[in-house]
């Protein structure tokens, strides 16, 4: 006859084991053992709670810097803008006046074009000024073909309007005609 496998016989008993009485465990140990569990238990629920929380201010400190930078983020660029708008306000006070020359207007308006041009290259962006290069339809809008015998066939023959890029992303493409073959 076989022993089952639940309960151990004497074979797989070992010599302290077999003398040992099997005594359930003091109730106070078991009371300290408890309350330190329930203290462990209390002291994860504080932690997790505490983490909740500080999730919370996180989630709510960047909500207020999202909105900060949406509202706020443009104020350097448009404060070096109002240079600009200056600029444009003192020329046409300048074309109003009596005794005004066009080639101070023209002056005062190129001066004013360097200016925005020196501010859009500062913050990335560059000019798409094409001619004479070829027709590329990702970066140029034809308008219209001409015959020349100038330009070479499908390479832009005139810039109707300047396309600009962002870094290397296209804010607006050139307006051109290009030259087709006479």
Known sequence: MTASPEAPNEETLSA????????????????????????????AKEGHLRALAELDNVRKRAEREISSAAKFGAEKLLSELLGIADSVELGLNAAQAPDVQVKTIVEGLDLTRRQLIALLEKQGVSQLDPKGQPFNPDFHEAVSMVPSAEVAPNHVLNVMQKGYKLHERLLRPAMVIVARAP
């Open 16 to 43: 302290t084991d077999a003398g040992a009485d099997l005594q359930p465990p003091d109730p106070a140990t078991l009371a300290a053992q408890i309350e330190e569990l329930r203290a462990q238990a209390q002291a």
